[in-house]
């Protein structure tokens, strides 16, 4: 089985700032990890994922995840963050070896960024 | 088109009614997904299913049966539910091959149990 924690529940920030968003799971087996946006009454939108290859990921709107195999974490940082960047973020891992099925979600963080 | 549309948008029902939930997707998933989301939870997964066929159900109560009438499209079913039923209901989808994909989510179903 695996699970998932995010280290904080809520993150306020000011704008232009630099955020990192924890991230820790725990697994007997490798895992293929994600990160989720949610904006208000909205579903969730995949922001980036690791599934193989350079442990740095990044997202087209500058968010980027590195996936730290020996800490068993996957923080996500961005170095200068915007009011629309406010939302909940959900940290998610599905094991490897399966092709689909099921996530498991972090808690989620709750992102605010104040002007 | 990388959409997972969802009707209807809000839903209010008794706890006596019939009702259904829609999720449709054109992006040749095979793999589609229902989740309920509580007010400041995370999604938990209710169903999976993998070419139509029911895979993944996670001890769901049977007021709730899902159904998948072609690779395209998903319902879930709703009869004699509770008020603690009252949630977002996201349905997702995803390909299925050698290694894992993402699952690409809808906007969701607001159902509320009165």
């Known amino acids: 089985a695996q699970s998932v924690t995010q280290l904080d529940s809520q993150v306020p920030v000011f704008e232009e700032a630099p955020v990192e968003l924890r991230c820790n799971y725990s697994?007997?087996?490798?895992?293929?990890l994600f990160w989720y946006v949610q904006y208000p009454n909205q579903g969730l939108q995949l922001l980036l994922k690791y599934l193989s290859g350079s442990t740095l990921v990044e997202s087209i709107n500058g968010f980027e995840a590195e996936f730290n195999k020996s800490q068993t974490s996957f923080h996500l940082r961005k170095p200068s963050v915007h009011i629309s960047d406010t939302a909940e973020y959900f940290c998610a891992v599905t094991p490897g070896g399966t092709s689909y099925g099921k996530l498991t979600f972090g808690q989620g963080t709750i992102l605010t960024v104040h002007p | 088109d990388t959409e997972v549309t969802q009707t209807p948008k809000h839903l209010v029902m008794g706890m006596t009614n019939k009702k259904s939930l829609k999720c449709e997707q054109h992006m040749g998933h095979r793999a589609m997904y229902w989740y309920k989301q509580k007010a400041k939870k995370p999604p938990e997964l209710m169903f999976v299913?993998?070419?139509?066929?029911?895979?993944i159900n996670e001890s769901v109560p049977s007021r709730f049966s899902p159904e998948c009438p072609n690779s395209s499209l998903l319902n879930l079913h709703l009869h004699a539910l509770q008020p603690e039923d009252s949630a977002l209901y996201l349905c997702?989808?995803?390909?299925?091959?050698?290694?894992?994909?993402?699952?690409?989510f809808g906007p969701g179903t607001r159902l509320t149990v009165t």
């Open positions: 299913y993998s070419y139509e066929k029911l895979s």
């Open positions: 997702a989808s995803s390909l299925i091959g050698a290694t894992a994909y993402e699952q690409y």
């Open positions: 697994s007997s087996v490798s895992v293929y």
